[in-house]
């Protein structure tokens, strides 16, 4: 042990001299990080973090490839080391002692860099400072480790030289460290994901802006650790006391054994490409960081308030604060500047019944064939288009549940999404007709996934808890019978119905119910739902049942943009496919094939055309008087069904809404701040609020007098993020 010490005490002796140590691994990051800060307008608050894991990784690779690598080769040519060897001393004590000095210098770097954030630039304290701090030691030694093994392996200054840079330069061009990895093509992720200091980005953004721990970052924790041990026991094994000794070419292979714990792991990274999914998530993140000042813009806030000349300050992803007439000069708060005059400013809509999985058109192949990727476009589609949350009420679970988890850590662009399925049903009930016709070999699987056809009311509650467990937001049953020749169903057993609505109660999960009429409607009001879904498109809702609606809270949401589609694509009419939104967000393969197929007569149908002209002309007056008897109102779409598409067609149902006599700021509410309330989330979304969630939308003209405005899309901010509208159907 006094050997250790003696060694370690001599090293630290000989590094604190040596100014040009001193300037490289204190001055040096701290040049770094306030010139990254300045130049690319850091701010405050969380956006610093990235500039804080920029400089650690940064320090630690130069602590640990030229700390340690180079100054172990400097020692051995100035024969420093061939002193030693003629002491009673291995090499591992002087190993050791390199390894603790380096560590020891690089972790006063570690709190000063985070200290400043916090003091200077607002950055939050990590919420788990020991991994910070552990992450941070382990990236220190394991490249120090590396650091000894190019130390060990190259005979002279000048073959040292190269062999670290060729290591040096890959890692931090590409690991993500200078620059965000995802704006890198996908193969140079891929490349960088066989380096260390990959992990150690990933990992300390991780730490800042997801609040993740070691166990999160679980296998590059241990890659870090497999490559320090390993390191340290070839440099050892390695070693020469004097720079005579020339080691074999064969020998210098041994630096690839101590990256193989991360040639492992990228491999696997290859493999499950779920690298790009990380990198996409920490870069939205420093998006979502950023700070903007929309100035000067007429301000709808969601809850009937309007704003006529106000502007909203959006910082980390939340709106900081609302000000009214004046806001202040955006130099004081460090803010970029949106000009907003003759716009108007709206909470993100909110759909709160799509259907994904349908793109509404006729399809064609790729994205329009595959039920997956068809789910992920109408995701996008629905934030190009100002939407940005949605309900999904009956699509596949699993597919549902992935795309939610990828959208909500950032992988993806697209509306938040809330999971309310598979649906319940009877069996020959409606739902079931989408599988009828499938292959036997795969008609039970899409059954599975979306819907439930419970036998016994035991049967329903237990299904109704497997799909809580599963991470379901709601629970939807489907109580229409149908009407008229082929669209007649057999009708969910009340029965079952209200153990379905009793489970759901009980698992804090709102129901949603499909009704098709005035009985239906009444049903599903007496089993306690939290919304009905269509209403009633065949006959009247009486006053009685709106005036119990009205006192027990039960949402109302018509959905009458689709009965409007029906009845145009019953009669043969593609309108719809004009409009300039549509064209944006449907592919080109499917609007043609979609023109094709009306133009062609096919879909022609004349009762069917009277049948839902009717149906949209009952619904729109059970609108009306539902609104007059204080009826709670939400809007949804049933987007994915013929014409009816995912974005476009909530703005054509608030157009609707408007023609139907609903005053607009009525409707505009319906769709933000009430159907956030319905799905539970109104502390959040739906409303300009200061510490809301800044989903925002902004409009060209003025929507409160003209609905038509609000296709007029100027700007669409998530979670803070100013979205990129053109490159929403670029994802992969």
Request: glycine share 10%.
């Amino acid at each position: 042990m006094r050997a250790y010490l003696a060694l370690f005490k001599n090293n630290m002796r000989l590094t604190l001299r040596d100014r040009g140590v001193l300037f490289f691994n204190y001055l040096f990051p701290l040049i770094f990080f306030f010139a990254f800060a300045e130049l690319f307008h850091a701010g405050v608050g969380g956006g610093i973090a990235y500039f804080v894991s920029t400089v650690l990784v940064m320090g630690i690779l130069g602590n640990g490839l030229w700390g340690a690598g180079m100054r172990s080769v400097q020692e051995r040519e100035a024969n420093i080391l061939r002193r030693f060897k003629v002491t009673p001393i291995s090499p591992l004590p002087i190993l050791i002692a390199a390894m603790i000095s380096g560590w020891l210098l690089f972790v006063p770097v570690l709190f000063l860099l985070v200290g400043l954030a916090h003091f200077l630039y607002a950055m939050p304290l990590p919420a788990n400072w020991l991994s910070l701090f552990v992450m941070a030691s382990l990236g220190v030694c394991s490249l120090r480790a590396i650091g000894l093994i190019l130390a060990a392996v190259t005979n002279t200054m000048q073959e040292a030289t190269i062999a670290i840079q060729v290591l040096y330069m890959p890692m931090l061009f590409l690991s993500g460290a200078t620059f965000p990895a995802a704006m890198l093509p996908k193969w140079a992720q891929t490349l960088a994901q066989f380096m260390p200091a990959s992990y150690l980005v990933t990992g300390f953004q991780g730490i800042f802006f997801q609040n993740q721990n070691l166990l999160d970052n679980a296998p590059a924790v241990g890659a870090l650790l497999a490559t320090m041990i390993l390191g340290t026991f070839l440099a050892m094994q390695l070693f020469r006391w004097e720079k005579e000794e020339i080691i074999h070419p064969r020998k210098k292979f041994w630096v690839v054994a101590v990256l193989a714990p991360f040639v492992v792991l990228g491999t696997w990274q290859a493999y499950s490409k779920e690298h790009l999914g990380t990198n996409q998530a920490l870069f939205r993140q420093l998006q979502r960081s950023e700070r903007f000042l929309i100035r000067k813009t007429r301000i709808f806030t969601g809850d009937g308030k309007i704003i006529e000349n106000g502007s909203v300050f959006v910082h980390d992803g939340k709106i900081a604060e609302i000000y009214e007439g004046d806001a202040p000069d955006p130099d004081q708060i460090k803010a970029e500047v949106i000009e907003g005059a003759g716009k108007t400013l709206l909470p993100g809509l909110i759909d709160v019944h799509v259907h994904l999985a349908a793109s509404g058109g006729v399809g064609a192949s790729g994205a329009d064939s595959d039920y997956q990727l068809s789910m992920q476009h109408s995701a996008a589609a629905l934030l190009y288009s100002g939407v940005t949350a949605a309900r999904s009420v009956g699509d596949g679970l699993d597919a549902s549940i992935k795309l939610r988890k990828s959208i909500d850590t950032g992988a993806r662009l697209g509306a938040n999404l809330f999971v309310c399925g598979p649906m319940f049903t009877a069996e020959g009930g409606h739902g079931t007709e989408f599988v009828e016709n499938l292959p036997a070999a795969i008609k039970n699987t899409v059954k599975a996934q979306l819907v439930r056809t419970p036998k016994t009311p035991e049967e329903a509650r237990k299904q109704v808890r497997e799909l809580k467990a599963a991470g379901v937001d709601g629970i939807k049953a489907i109580l229409e019978a149908g009407w008229g020749e082929g669209m007649l169903f057999d009708r969910l057993d009340l029965l079952l119905v209200r153990a379905v609505a009793e489970e759901a109660h009980a698992q804090h999960l709102p129901l949603a119910t499909h009704t098709g009429d005035a009985r239906d409607v009444a049903d599903a009001i007496e089993i306690g739902s939290a919304s009905v879904e269509h209403g009633s498109w065949r006959d009247e809702i009486p006053d009685r049942l709106l005036e119990r609606m009205a006192h027990d809270g039960v949402y109302l949401d018509p959905t009458i943009g689709v009965g409007d589609a029906y009845a145009s694509y019953f009669a043969g009419k593609a309108d719809g496919l004009g409009n300039s939104l549509v064209q944006q967000v449907v592919s080109g393969q499917v609007l043609k094939n979609t023109r094709e197929f009306i133009d062609s007569g096919k879909s022609v149908n004349a009762g069917r055309a009277e049948q839902f002209q009717r149906a949209l002309d009952q619904a729109r007056n059970n609108l009306l008087r539902a609104w007059k008897a204080g009826v709670p109102l939400v809007m949804g779409t049933d987007a994915g069904n013929p014409l009816v598409f995912h974005g476009p067609s909530m703005h054509r149902e608030l157009q609707l809404w408007v023609q139907a006599g609903i005053p607009i700021p009525v409707a505009l509410q319906a769709a933000t701040s009430n159907a956030a309330k319905l799905l539970g989330v109104d502390k959040r979304i739906g409303a300009i609020r200061k510490g809301m969630d800044a989903d925002l939308l902004m409009v060209d003209g003025n929507p409160l007098q003209e609905i038509g405005a609000t296709e007029r899309i100027s700007l669409v901010v998530l979670k803070g993020e100013r979205i990129r509208r053109s490159t929403l159907f670029d994802q992969k």
